[in-house]
């Protein structure tokens, strides 16, 4: 793979996609009712620590990968095991990724096959990497204004069935507010994590790296906005009982003699959750060719898609065992993880530089 490829402000757009892409169809911090807006403001916090803290490893090893970077400071051993903890938190979400928009679809159009669903959107993530990372870059660069006014008019349209009376009171319970903000900074905000994969790609990253934290920002405002308008819409009740509330809003929205606004806002999401999928891959395959030594990731690609079809339905022969794993489990290993594994490249860079400086 080469080095250097893809530019600043195409990643950001990418980290953009990816934070609405995994959880727009959901509201992370729905435990704290209707103070979910407060959680997900707090929650984000944690995600540009982890843009921060990639960022600053990167700018020594500019020319490295990161799994070649954690194998650079820890040495071969530890190096190694803890690629292979991040490989496998990487992995679990790619297949949570995967699930979800399963789910949705079916929801949608219940008629469909469950393995048919599977086999078509790996195929589509396995064939935008088949091509390449620069095209897929550039795909990114081009869909995103369609995606941000598609976005707009999503959160503009339901403005009518807002009751803002349904956010009160706030700071209701500040246990769950808590809990909430752990939850929404493992998914969505902790993912961003993702870009660790791409940052040695980019070619003035030097320069431009702000740019990372505008757009995360940016996704990170709109997903508080958002879930402050499902709230109002739905209230809290009715919030903790839905499985896709922000599916449920777009339901009740209707234009006229055209009463299924919820397929519009389902391309919205299925564009944005496959591009999200498609980058959470390219990390699973790169990791694991590095750990292994492997010569091109494009060999793996098919061996992990044919992975991923048989996990997702054996992962999740129903919803009810996937929510009790991927909501009530999943998330005490890939925070942590997730968090801790920038967090141990940082700190081995900022003692090596104490070292060497002494």
Known sequence: MLNRTITSLQLSKLIFITM??????????????????ISSICGCIFGFYIIYALLKVQAIYPNQSISKICRHLYGSIIGTILNALFFISIFCILITDIIDITYLVLLIYPKLNLLAIDLLIVSICGFILIIGIVPFAYLGEVIISTVILLLAFALTIVVPLADFSNLSPVFHDWRSIVGSTLLIANWPYDEVVIIAFFLFMVNDLNKKSSSLYYWFALSAAFLALLSLLTVSVLGPNTLLSESFPVHKIYQLVGLGAFDRFDIFFFVLWFLTAVITSTLYLHGSVSLFQDIFRGRNYRSLIIPFGLMLVFLSNYLAPDEFVYKLWSYHQLPYYTFPVNLLYPTALLLAVKLKKVSTDK
Do not use: C, H, K, L
Not at 26 to 36: G, K, V
């Open 20 to 37: 609405i892409g995994s959880s727009i169809v959901y509201i992370p911090a729905q435990d704290a009712r209707q103070d979910a807006w």
